[in-house]
C-alpha cells in the first residue's frame, strides 16, 4: 500500500527553522511529482512548494520565496522542505502529497486535485 509519512514539525520561534520530511513507502518518489501544501485552521489548503517528477523544476508560493526550499533524496526514497526564517503567519498542518508515476516529467503541479498521495500532516507552529 503506497504511503507518504511526514515529520518534522514541532514548535519553532520567530525566525527560526525546522526542515519537514516526507518519507515514501510502496512507491519510488523519483519517478513522482512532489508538492507541500499547508492549510491553517479557517482557511483552505494552499500550496507551498512542488517539484516536478524529473526534479527539474520548482515553484513556490510568493508568501514562501526565499525562505523554503524543497528536494528530494531518491536513495532515501524521502521529499524535504527546509523551513528558514519562519514566520507566525507560517503557522498550519503541512501535507506533502505525490502524482504519478511520471516519467521525465519537467512540470509541477500547485494544485491539491492534482495529486494521487498525500500523507496524514505535520504541525508547525510559530510563536514566541
Known amino acids: 500500500q503506497p504511503q507518504l509519512v511526514e515529520s518534522g514539525g514541532g514548535l519553532v520561534q520567530p525566525g527560526g527553522s525546522l526542515r519537514l520530511s516526507c518519507a515514501a513507502s510502496?512507491?519510488?518518489?523519483?519517478?513522482?511529482?512532489i508538492g507541500w501544501f499547508r492549510q491553517a485552521p479557517g482557511k483552505e489548503r494552499e500550496e507551498v512548494s512542488c517539484?516536478?517528477?524529473?526534479?527539474?523544476?520548482?515553484d513556490y508560493a510568493d508568501s514562501v520565496k526565499g525562505r523554503f526550499t524543497i528536494s528530494r533524496d531518491n536513495a532515501k526514497n524521502t521529499a524535504y522542505l527546509q523551513m528558514n526564517n519562519l514566520k507566525p503567519e507560517d503557522t498550519a498542518i503541512y501535507y506533502c502529497?505525490?502524482?504519478?508515476?511520471?516519467?521525465?516529467?519537467?512540470?509541477?503541479?500547485?494544485?491539491?486535485?492534482?495529486?494521487?498521495?498525500w500523507g496524514q500532516g505535520t504541525q508547525v507552529t510559530v510563536s514566541s
Open positions: 502529497a505525490a502524482r504519478g508515476p511520471i516519467f521525465q516529467g519537467f512540470k509541477c503541479y500547485v494544485r491539491p486535485s492534482d495529486y494521487n498521495w
Open positions: 510502496g512507491f519510488t518518489l523519483d519517478v513522482y511529482a
Open positions: 517539484l516536478s517528477g524529473s526534479g527539474g523544476t520548482t
